[in-house]
């Protein structure tokens, strides 16, 4: 039924961290245009997964091709310019940058003219400007000032921040990793408006999460990781939360990958 | 079809309830600022206000008890002069903290930079500019290791800076044969060495050169700190280093880069102090790593990284220069000085403490 | 108006330096003189000295009297405040070179190292062709008063001291080796403990200082050698003159601290009265305040007082 | 009854499928261990041993090297005595650093308390044994003053002694007006101030008293550190101190305690040391802070607190002993000495990391 | 309905930090046996609210009465003393310490005899004994070496260890600050049936959380919080989750506290 290429894969992804073996030759497939949920255990390797596709973590061995095209990602920088963005599990935000500084932070925005040209001066005032405007286009405005400290804003706002980052920035891809575990209900609910927001202009969504009713309720196709390892892809029309729950666990045996694919 | 997939698309029941709420995250009302508040909000987001007030006031009244002899132009200029070497090298340190490291091998760097400044000239009798620029060459070099051992290696900058400062000494003692170079034979052969001691004088005010590189580089400093975006990822990464990385600042190179300036910066201090002493000394700097520390904190910079201004670290120099001369033209025992520095130091960081604290 | 006058020290611990000061502090008061006294922190500690000159010519005194710590370094400030009209006078350590100063109220240290070490020579008799010296020396850089000693010692030991201007450079196999105290009783102690570990066999022990001297005494007595091994000195204080009656120090050459001192400000207050600038002793670069070797154990060919003699004239 | 109260008291249906599952606890498979990783596993768990191994493999080398006059009783019992200061200092900067602090004024501390050890028996004439008393009681007012400031105004510890240092210094120098007390007057009326001075000869070994007191030090705060509920307590408020706090450790009397300790073994270091100079001078110790952490950092305890052995610091204390006495006898420059302890600081940590790296 | 006399209230509790208010007058009340959930917005001040109840922090004012009588503790431990265990959202575990260090943290166990009483020594052998039976007993033992540091834990299994020791050491009240937040569904679950353990035991229990269902499923009582205060109290057999969403993010107006109390 896909019958597109897929924008980003991996195939027989490795990372060791001394004795454990976080990543076992997992393999990964992402379509254009679509929400790609990823859920499992604790410790199945979901973070690591995503962190070595997005370039946060090297992996031992494996092949990550993004669009047809093998890359290898040696810092979440270079991710970033190949248009991948991602919000992860600990959000990096830097607590005493404010939220203007934190949104263009590896991607500032220089001065016209001879004072950004040779004196790299920054535009703070552009700056300030466009991160108004993606909060506020995002419905996530309401903070006051745009200048405050990130360590000043509650927990959901900084969440809308980091969304709100990724979701501007990414041309390819965004990356979420649970990104509604510390929410309540009122702030969980914004932060999936907002990705169905991100998936209506056509992106390509991957996300982590533990809550099986959103993951049902936004996700075209369902990763399940296992020990390391893609277990299975399903169709979330076609199987239950019920039949997700016992596959991750291990309690029912998975239908094979292509399946789906 | 089955349970979930009927509900497939939609949010959960109870979820539905949120239409009528409250869609904005919760905001307290704030009571009114007092005044006090409005105070302590002000020194908070500005962190070189509060040594530049200690520094005004201490100025005040020292100018009080001693008068003229300490409150003229010429005593004021010198006090600039003593604190130049310590200012320069403060400002590598104050870069190297902001990244939440901090660097015991800066005075060791600086004088080794000195001698070799010196040595070159003198030992293999290249041309001074030539010298100077190998002495800017090691001071890079030793800023590399550092910062090759803290971002690569990944060890605790002190620990690093600890084992360097060792090694770059006991080298610098070694390469120099603890010999020192005169005065009169650097003014006769290489003066250039002795650049930063010219002076600029206006009236009874006497500006080394010394002194103007070390508020030319202050400001270019907090230029770059404040309005570039490398300065920026310096604050970033002092704040937050994994935050940073995965937002998109290059760490390592982030670390390595300022380490290497704070090298950089050494040498020149290293030149500049030539021309304080006029002679090349070996044995001078001892103090470097532990007054630039001070200048640092004393200048409301936490050592926690991320935080503070290098006007700060300036005004924090300056404060120790006022007490130490003052101190000294009042004629107490110079024990005395580093009394009052000892609880200035306690002091300068409870008051920020306090601020920050109650500034929420 | 009021003369005033600074005073600054290598260290403001060592006893000879506070000796040094109370001299300075008593004399100023008998003349009118407004002293203001300044130290290193540590021997060696140059920018400290450096810090107290310019306060000096900021504060306008008309005289400095200073021990310098780094004998060629500290030269381009003494040439400002020299500049500024003020006079400067080296006590106890000469400059390098001495002329840097206006004059240089000093013990001649030379003659002070070749006095012990004529004594050691001769106390040692026969036995000198084959002792074992050890060299406890002051600070890495190699100050005047340390290199006038060191090598003052040799020359009256018999040592050929090669450059007579560097410590190091010579060859003898007597020398056991040389080793930094920063003039005080730790860094005595552990360098006498490193270079007995060199050669057990010291039986000479030349030392810069008595604060140094006590130190190698520590080490010597832990190990139970403090009766077969000869400790020499320089500074005669009273502590170390007790030391020479109690059979700790061989010899120690006396210096005169309260005339260095005295003489000092005196010479400030008659410039700053009449203009007029000391003149050096007869023959020598330096206004000599004399040195007399004390030792309970006198030796022929070496003139000394006893230590009754030592303790009249001692002080601190 | 509406749809939530319908499943009052139910799990979700979902969740029902669990009851089929893997009831476990993710867990992989670890690969087997080679003999290289079994040795990382020992060393990571042992973390003295790391020390140790250096302290011995530098024996051997410079036992080989030098030969008799090296490995004699005699020289080995004599490296002893030359870091039993350290080494007992070193005892207390360890409490401090396993805590997350770290003490720049334990050498202040304890040249300061040697000094009223002698001054209250030779100005004011009291009996020995209550002059010592009276050292002991200021070293921990130091203490006390250091783990105040810490624990309770909330200061970094680092700016905390480095002001008190500072302050300690000043107030030692001042007190004591600089004056030196004489071993041969001491040793005259009051013998009981170079107590530590006293050895046990057996054969060639000489054991001062203060080597003994520093070996039964280490060896007692090792079980109190490893055995004790105050240990374990140290351990934690230096790993993490709010899980600490939360968890029902009352920190601040913790830090407090570690502080007046750390003094009082100051005080102690400060008596000893009498012992060792046989007179009472002000000016020494200046360098114990920076020896000591040396010791800390080469012994294997982390910087960051909650991780290493106090029998580290004492093998990291020798080894430097080790390598100073044994480049003495070869007969290098000094120099070459604080060289290659520089190096040894860096590699100390650098092996250390990647034993936890690759031990994981 | 329940005429007994509360564990656990507090009156008028007011903390600030700085300019923010995280308790503006809030009341609480726990009964015997009974489990509580405490649910609301992000930053309504939930974990304040018990941190003020276990001593972590100090209120500014307010009073706080357990069993009746005024309690002001100023040190978790004191709160533990009189038997109130918490599991703070941040978990308190020291990760650098082994699993049974950190179970008997502030209340080790000491030998018998002269060693334990003159030289204080700790019984190693007795604590690990004992933190395997309670590890076993509350059915989490899949840790092979009690001894192992905290550290080298999945996120599931630290969990399990604090909750353990909450369980095993309260004797009067049990908190606990969002203990499922970062576990996956299997994990949660058997955080969730270890509370019902608990409170079979007839210990009452606080349970903080952001899950709906959860909630529902376990609690006996519901505290809203809202803005710093406790808006009302509902049981949850009588209200939906979707009344409890709207009086938490103030979409309707909430029935008096004294209905349910
Ligand atoms: N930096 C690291 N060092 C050592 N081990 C690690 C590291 N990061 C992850 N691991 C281990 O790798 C395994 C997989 O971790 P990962 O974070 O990818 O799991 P996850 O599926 O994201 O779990 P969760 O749902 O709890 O976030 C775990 O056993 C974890 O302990
Ligand atoms: N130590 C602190 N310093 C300053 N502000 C704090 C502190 N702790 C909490 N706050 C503030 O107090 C308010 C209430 O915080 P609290 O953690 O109690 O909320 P919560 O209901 O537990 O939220 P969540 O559901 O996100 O855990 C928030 O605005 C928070 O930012
Ligand atoms: O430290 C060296 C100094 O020590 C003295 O001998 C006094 O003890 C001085 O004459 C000399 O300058
Ligand atoms: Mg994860
Ligand atoms: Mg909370």
Known sequence: ?261 | MTEASARGGQPQEFEKALAGGDASVAQFESHDRTMVERLQHFLHSSPAAVPLIVLIASLAIFAMLIGGRFFSAFSLTLILQQVAIVGIVGAAQTLVILTAGIDLSVGAIMVLTSVVMGQFTFRYGLPAPVAILCGFGVGAACGFLNGWLVSRVKLPPFIVTLGTWQVILAANFLYSANETIRAQDIEANAPLLQWFGNSVRLGSAVFTYGVIALVVLVLVLWYVLNHTAWGRHVYAVGDDPEAAELSGVNVNRMLLSVYVLAGLICALAGWALIGRLGSVSPTSGQFANIESITAVVIGGISLFGGRGSILGMLFGALIVGVFSLALRLIGTDPQWTYLLIGVLIIAAVAVDQWIRKVAG | QEVGACLITKTDTNPFFVKMKEGATAKAQELGVNLKSYAGKIDGDSESQVAAIESCIADGAKGILITASDTAGIVPLIKKARDAGILVIALDTPLDPAEAADATFATDNLLAGELIGKWAAATLGDGAADAKIAFLNLTPSQPTVDVLRNQGFMKGFGIDTKDINRIGDEDDPRIVGHDITNGNEEGGRKAMENLLQKDPSINVVHTINEPAAAGAYEALKAVGMEKNVLIVSVDGGCPGVKNVEAGVIGATSQQYPLLMASLGIEAIKKFAETGEKPQASEGKNFVDTGVALVTANPVDGVESIDVQKGLDLCWG
């Open chain 1, 1 to 261: 039924m896909m019958q597109r290429e897929p924008v980003l894969t991996a195939r027989g992804l490795v990372k060791r961290y001394g004795r454990v073996t976080a990543l076992d030759a997992a393999d990964f497939d992402l379509y254009p245009g679509e929400i790609l949920a990823v859920i499992g255990d604790n410790g199945a390797g979901k973070s690591s997964l995503i962190k070595a596709i997005s370039g946060a973590i090297t992996p031992d061995e494996g092949e990550i091709r993004l669009d047809g095209e093998p890359v290898a990602f040696r810092s979440p920088m270079e991710a970033r310019d190949a248009g991948i963005e991602t919000v992860y599990q600990n959000l990096a935000l830097s607590p005493a940058l404010s939220i203007a500084d934190n949104m263009f932070l590896g991607r500032e925005i220089r001065r016209a003219g001879p004072l950004g040209k040779w004196l790299r001066m920054l535009d703070r005032s552009a700056m300030e400007k466009r991160a108004r405007a993606m909060l506020s286009e995002l419905g996530l405005m309401t903070i006051q000032n745009i200048g405050q400290a990130v360590e000043t804003l509650s927990g959901g706002q900084r969440q809308g921040v980091a969304v709100a980052r990724a979701a501007a920035f990414g041309s390819r891809v965004v990356i979420m990793d649970e990104p509604t575990a510390a929410l309540g209900v009122k702030e969980s609910r914004r932060v999936l408006e907002l990705i169905l927001d991100v998936k209506k202009r056509g992106l390509p969504i991957v996300l982590i999460s533990h809550n099986m009713p959103h993951v049902f309720e936004v996700a075209d196709r369902i990763h399940i990781h296992r020990l390391g390892r893609r277990l299975t892809v399903i169709d979330p029309k076609e199987y239950t939360m019920s039949d997700a729950v016992a596959f991750m666990t291990g309690a029912k045996a998975p239908p094979a990958v292509a399946a789906v694919a």
